[in-house]
């Protein structure tokens, strides 16, 4: 009896040692050192490509709550983490090459975890797999998912901006949808007179752009259907104005005349919590978005809960295709892991990892799945990837905007922090009590 799990990436690694770590044999599949993406540099498991940084450590912010909460779920690569830390003011940082190491012994020296220097090029059905390959999945493997679901597998991430809906300031918005067509509250209209939208204009056509890697240049893939919004504004001033940033079929009810230029903003989750920033998709390096984006009247203090991204990135569309465990739909014995599911970030991939290992475990002895509760960040972040409602799907990392609302409120940010933060813990505590106590004898 074992599980396959295919990547020894971050998800990868979390979902070996969760599998493991029940008595389960894993087959854990990685095609380092026989080939290498162009992100990678080592020959190392878990290996971070870009910062060192695991974000803020603070428990009342959304990425330190994540941490804890993975803490809870006795996480592997938190525990390496604790034990290579450098100083980062209020940031878990690590020493990147320490931590890489300490992932890689403790996956190769447990008994229960056989490694296999292989690259994948379909999907194997020996056994309940794990697919944690990572952003840049190999070009066979893709080829093999891509023929499993279709249209529903991306190889870029061309991302708009998305704002928390409580930060737009509806004293300069409106509620329309163009010519009255659908529900009144479909988008959130951001209204700009000639003036406005002229310096905007002259901003955004000047701002500072991230630069883009030779394989994201080279992949034509990254360009199709998907050209950065700054881009688009170079070809003239009234570009935006015919494309994106049309007024046509609203009227401001204010002013009861149209626009000089409208940036509509359309729900990001069922809930409404989180909006994102339509045709906006752009390349401009994050302060220049926040800069920029926020010289719109509506979204002078508005709150970016992810910033816009070009660059390649093998997600599958989630919510067609995963259940709320990861698994995949009509196909249980399948799970997914990792920013290949269109969770964001380092720690969101690991903890992603972290689930799909317990479920696919539990799935051997038709044991219930998982699945924590929505008021948690790991519980609503996997509630996000799956909610069938969300019809444009991009990647999401932990921010407080996927949590469902508080019921009081509080009006000082570090306050709703620390609220919001305690409900998930005392969530999660509760939800582990009952559900994962004595789960190590039931298995051994």
Request: charged content about 25%.
């Amino acid at each position: 009896m074992y599980i396959n799990v295919i990547g020894a990436g971050l998800a990868g690694c979390e979902a070996a040692m969760q599998i493991a770590k029940r008595g389960i044999k894993v087959r854990l599949y990685e095609m380092k050192p026989l080939k290498k993406t162009p992100a990678h540099h080592t020959d190392l498991f878990g290996e971070l490509v870009c910062s060192n940084s695991l974000k803020a450590m603070r428990v009342e912010s959304a990425a330190g709550l994540l941490k804890e909460e993975m803490r809870r779920l006795d996480s592997f690569l938190m525990k390496c983490a604790d034990k290579c830390k450098v100083p980062a003011g209020g940031a878990l940082a690590v020493d990147r090459d320490i931590f890489s190491r300490l992932v890689t012994e403790g996956i190769k020296s447990n008994p229960n975890i056989e490694v296999i220097t292989e690259e994948i090029s379909e999907i194997p059905d020996d056994a309940i797999t794990i697919v944690a390959t990572g952003p840049l999945t190999s070009e066979p493997l893709s080829d093999a998912i891509s023929k499993m679901f279709g249209d529903s597998l991306s190889f870029f991430d061309a991302a708009a901006p998305i704002v928390t809906a409580e930060s737009v300031d509806m004293d300069y918005a409106f509620c329309a949808s163009r010519y009255e067509r659908g529900d009144v509250d479909d988008y959130i209209n951001c209204p700009m007179n000639k003036e406005e939208y002229e310096n905007f204009y002259n901003e955004l056509v000047s701002a500072e752009r991230a630069p883009l890697h030779d394989f994201d240049v080279n992949n034509p893939k990254v360009y199709e259907g998907c050209m950065p919004v700054e881009v688009m504004a170079q070809r003239g001033e009234g570009t935006l104005r015919f494309g994106p940033m049309k007024p046509v079929g609203l009227v401001n009810p204010r002013t009861g005349h149209r626009p000089w230029a409208v940036l509509q903003l359309r729900k990001e989750n069922s809930e409404g919590t989180m909006y994102n920033l339509v045709g906006f998709q752009t390349n401009l390096k994050f302060p220049e978005q926040k800069r920029v984006f926020s010289l719109i009247p509506a979204l002078h203090k508005a709150d970016f809960v992810r910033y816009g991204v070009m660059h390649r990135n093998t997600f599958i569309c989630s919510p067609k295709v995963l259940n709320s465990d990861y698994s995949v739909k009509g196909n249980d014995r399948l799970f997914f892991a990792g920013q290949i599911t269109g969770v964001e970030g380092y720690m969101e991939s690991a903890a992603s990892g972290i689930i799909a290992g317990i479920n696919a475990c539990r799935r051997i002895f038709d044991k219930p799945s998982l699945i924590l509760p929505r008021e948690t960040m790991i519980g609503s972040l996997t509630a996000y990837i799956s909610d069938p409602t969300v019809t444009k799907f991009q990647p999401m990392g932990a921010n407080f905007g996927v949590l469902p609302e508080l019921e009081n409120r509080p009006r000082d940010k570090k306050e709703r922090g620390a609220a919001y933060s305690k409900r998930a813990l005392d969530a999660i505590d509760k939800y582990l009590k009952e559900n994962i106590e004595d789960e190590y004898e039931d298995y051994c």
